[in-house]
């Protein structure tokens, strides 16, 4: 499934660039991942200002998990 492959990078980029570098880097790859996703430029307005690794992973997940559970009530 595509939102856990993103979550793999994303806990990729932490684990190889540190928490500070791997935050910044993995914002930049969220955001081309969130471009053709539905509600993906607001949830980029909130993503952008984490400071948290684990804090970020967590509203990633929450955010597919949200697309995944609207896409099943359509």
Request: charged letters at 20%; glycine letters at 10%; aromatic letters at 10%.
């Amino acid at each position: 499934e595509q939102a856990e492959t993103i979550i793999e990078h994303l806990g990729t980029l932490h684990a190889f660039y540190g928490e500070q570098l791997g935050l910044r880097i993995a914002r930049k790859h969220l955001h081309a991942y969130l471009k053709n996703v539905g509600n993906g430029a607001t949830f980029w307005k909130t993503i952008n200002r984490i400071e948290d690794a684990h804090t970020q992973i967590a509203l990633v997940r929450g955010f597919f998990d949200r697309q995944t559970i609207g896409k099943m009530a359509a």
